[in-house]
């Protein structure tokens, strides 16, 4: 998920009991014991915000994960926590495969591993450039929490493997028949696609039949994803998980 968070700042915010005020309406404070808000009560500007703070357990961001929310905040911000809509997501039996991406499937002089070095995976994400953003949502926190959702079993990474080199690869939660895609990378051309198209195949295997994406880019368009408004993903997800 792509964006530019530098015109939210909300450690300068005013706190108002329970919540923070925005020029655009509330958001609710957590605790590292307080439940998430409704995700009816997500701002429309910007999109999705439904709550600041609170901690990045695994119990955490698991209950995060089943209510369709997820963490999304700069280093130095508190923990944001974003249930957009529309949301973007892809159908497994819709991904696309390019022309272009075909034939380099064919060539078959790479090798992809799940799960061999996730902390590497999400560590290459992070320092990855990224076009019209400051920064990156990737915090040595989240690098941390994630590491124990793949501890815990729910957290995944694919990864392409060139000359025993990983070159490309990305990461995401699993829980039951749902799939939240996080961030991928590439160091070598196709090797993000690369990893992609065989975990969609890994997920179809396991009878997933939905793929979080988030936010609408044009790539994930290409690749077959569509948006569907939050009541239809929240309606899809509670028959997934």
């Given at each position: ?13 005013e ?15 957590l ?6 808000p ?6 429309t500007?910007?999109n ?12 955490r ?16 911000e508190?923990?944001l ?9 892809l159908?497994p ?5 390019s022309?272009?991406l075909?034939?380099?499937?064919k ?5 992809v ?8 995976v999400m560590?290459?994400?992070?320092n ?5 953003q400051?920064?990156t ?8 929490a994630?590491c ?8 995944y990474?694919?990864e392409?493997w060139?000359?025993?080199n ?15 895609g ?12 690369i990893?992609?198209t ?8 396991k ?5 979080d994406?988030?936010m609408?880019?044009?790539h994930l ?16 997800l509670n028959?997934?998980?």
């Amino acid at each position: 998920m792509d964006a530019d968070l530098s015109t939210l700042r909300p450690k300068e915010l005013e706190v108002q009991g329970d919540y923070y005020q925005l020029p655009t309406g509330k958001v609710a404070v957590l605790d590292d014991d307080t439940p998430f808000p409704p995700i009816r009560d997500a701002l429309t500007e910007p999109n999705g915000l439904l709550a600041i703070g609170g901690e990045l357990s695994g119990e955490r961001l698991l209950s995060a994960y089943r209510s369709g929310i997820f963490p999304w905040f700069s280093e130095g911000e508190p923990v944001l926590w974003w249930s957009p809509n529309p949301r973007m997501v892809l159908f497994p039996q819709n991904f696309k495969i390019s022309n272009s991406l075909a034939k380099r499937l064919k060539k078959n002089d790479f090798e992809v591993r799940f799960n061999t070095h996730f902390r590497q995976v999400m560590e290459a994400c992070a320092n990855t450039n990224r076009p019209d953003q400051n920064g990156t949502w990737i915090t040595s926190d989240i690098i941390d929490a994630y590491c124990e959702l793949h501890q815990l079993g729910y957290a995944y990474s694919a990864e392409t493997w060139i000359d025993n080199n990983l070159v490309g690869g990305l990461y995401g939660v699993l829980i039951n028949k749902m799939f939240y895609g996080e961030s991928m990378f590439h160091h070598a051309t196709d090797a993000s696609k690369i990893a992609f198209t065989h975990l969609v195949q890994f997920l179809k295997e396991k009878d997933v039949g939905m793929i979080d994406c988030q936010m609408n880019t044009k790539h994930l368009a290409s690749l077959g994803a569509q948006e569907i408004s939050r009541n239809d993903f929240i309606s899809k997800l509670n028959d997934l998980i």
